[in-house]
């Protein structure tokens, strides 16, 4: 090779260099990812099995509830977090160029931001804000019956749609941080 290119960036074998910052920020969105995971299956394990339990007045009651106080800072801060993060990690494994670190974050990335986020957006909120303007004290048992099964099928899928894409989610960012450690 003439003397010239020996020093040319291009040439040369490039390798991402493990890093502090970018390990916290892959620990954080996986951590992130996870918790959200942690909760959306635990609800998938405990809380639907419970609330189908009750009638239609506590189960509306219990929704409405619920999708209220959902809605604080812990919650924003993983579900939030790891469409925020999970991106990031894919940015900054990519340079100088993709590693296999990158990839495995690039589909935690891809399940997180479509089969949770999404469906939450445009699945399970559009449900939640349907069922926080029935009025249920006003609400006959018949028209009761009525707003559960317009809610609680549609709910539930799109829930367990984005419990098994926010697992999938949550094991593709720890095999990412399995690569990412081994440099």
Not at 26 to 53: D, H, I, K
Not at 132 to 153: C, K, M, V, W
Request: a positive charge.
């Amino acid at each position: 090779m003439p003397k010239a290119f020996e020093n040319n960036p291009y040439n040369a074998t490039i390798t991402m260099k493990p890093t502090r910052m970018t390990m916290i920020l892959l620990v954080a969105a996986t951590l992130a990812t996870s918790l959200a995971a942690g909760l959306f299956y635990a609800y998938t394990c405990s809380v639907n099995p419970g609330l189908s339990r009750l009638s239609d007045t506590a189960y509306l009651e219990a929704m409405q509830s619920i999708n209220r106080a959902i809605l604080n800072p812990v919650f924003f801060l993983s579900f939030i977090g790891a469409a925020i993060l999970l991106p990031l990690a894919v940015y900054f494994t990519w340079r100088p160029h993709p590693t296999d670190t990158t990839w495995w974050f690039m589909a935690a990335a891809i399940l997180y931001l479509i089969g949770v986020f999404g469906v939450t957006i445009a699945g399970n909120v559009p449900l939640n804000e349907a069922l926080d303007r029935i009025n249920i004290a006003a609400s006959t048992p018949a028209e009761l019956g009525q707003h559960r099964q317009a809610f609680e099928p549609a709910w539930t899928r799109y829930h367990n749609i984005r419990t098994i894409a926010n697992l999938l989610s949550a094991i593709a960012a720890i095999v990412g941080c399995l690569f990412y450690s081994k440099g």
